[in-house]
């Protein structure tokens, strides 16, 4: 009898936003395998939320297509108790209660699990709550945390069709938070395809990186030409990744959306220090990404005397919404 080969995957030691692109070429191998997996973390130091539901996506996409997965980790080691605690490295990750008391964690809230029957208001309140707590923010921005990580867990359940990870994490050292989300569904491309969304016209030689420019464009998206069943306008109106880029924008922090080969990278940070524009365009990996991830760190203390109504007023405006305040009211303030 044939046995299956083994594949192991030697993960870079740290991924944070500059070098994403490294974790895409390692897990890139494992796509189309079949056999077995190992996944090698012993020399992991530092992964950042958005690496890690990356990664917790792709081990969940394995298991869930039969694939048997080992973890090669280095016993007692800061990362594998960060990993464990945050729920990564446990034989029950993928299928973890979809209720954890965030409030016994500091300073993070634990991998959680998006499905079809997540509830996306709860879990958003949870999360927001306890970033604006651990970052020791008003509500204000617990308000915009709300907003942006209720955009990506819809987007994961209208967009994916398969189990995504969210996660955040804040770092008292810098002042930053992060939020991330990733799953390992048929990406934005495929989105659309299969959905024969109008915006296909004219677009049909597009690569991931120009769907990627489209795809934080206010109004363009796979799902508000559909109807609900019951004949009612799609839930979906097509400006949650427009406005979660825009309000990293204004708090000076970074967005960061893949899909397949597409990568599109905005460090408001970084222009704003070296007086540079934030580049136009994304562009092509040289490995495919087998899903969708997005991540926005921003700085909490940047909000100073600014209301989040303000804000997202203002966001509105600058995106040529006309201040339509009903486009921000799929999910309230």
């Not at 220090?273 to 990404?289: G, I, R, W």
Request: glycine share 8%; net charge negative; aromatic share 8%.
């Amino acid at each position: 009898m044939h046995k299956m080969s083994k594949l192991t995957i030697e993960l870079p030691p740290k991924i944070d936003h500059d070098n994403t692109a490294d974790l895409v070429a390692a897990l890139a191998p494992g796509r189309a395998h079949s056999g077995e997996v190992l996944v090698d973390i012993y020399e992991v130091t530092s992964y950042q939320p958005h690496a890690i539901c990356m990664l917790a996506a792709q081990l969940d996409y394995w298991i869930e297509n039969g694939v048997s997965v080992d973890i090669r980790q280095k016993e007692g080691s800061e990362i594998s108790k960060y990993l464990g605690k945050i729920g990564l490295i446990s034989n029950q990750y993928h299928t973890q209660a979809k209720v954890i008391d965030w409030s016994k964690h500091r300073d993070y809230v634990p991998l959680e699990l998006i499905e079809n029957n997540s509830r996306p208001e709860s879990v958003a309140d949870a999360l927001a709550g306890s970033a604006a707590e651990k970052a020791g923010s008003n509500d204000e921005v617990r308000q915009l945390i709300r907003y942006a990580i209720f955009e990506f867990l819809m987007n994961v359940k209208q967009h994916s069709r398969a189990a995504g990870f969210i996660m955040s994490q804040y770092y008292p050292k810098t002042g930053l938070y992060h939020i991330g989300v990733a799953d390992c569904g048929i990406g934005i491309r495929q989105s659309f395809l299969e959905s024969t969304s109008p915006f296909l016209k004219g677009m049909e030689n597009c690569d991931d990186a120009g769907w990627l420019d489209n795809a934080i464009r206010p109004k363009f998206s796979s799902k508000t030409h559909l109807r609900n069943t019951n004949g009612s306008r799609s839930d979906n109106h097509g400006v949650g990744l427009s406005i979660t880029r825009a309000f990293t924008r204004e708090c000076l922090g970074r967005f960061q959306l893949i899909s397949q080969y597409g990568i599109l990278d905005h460090d408001f940070v970084s222009s704003m220090n070296e007086e540079k524009d934030v580049p136009v365009k994304s562009t092509m990996m040289p490995q495919c990404y087998n899903g969708v991830a997005c991540s926005i760190t921003f700085n909490p203390t940047l909000f100073g005397n600014t209301t989040y109504q303000q804000l997202r007023r203002d966001v509105l405006n600058q995106l040529g919404l006309g201040g339509n305040e009903s486009d921000l009211d799929l999910f309230g303030s």
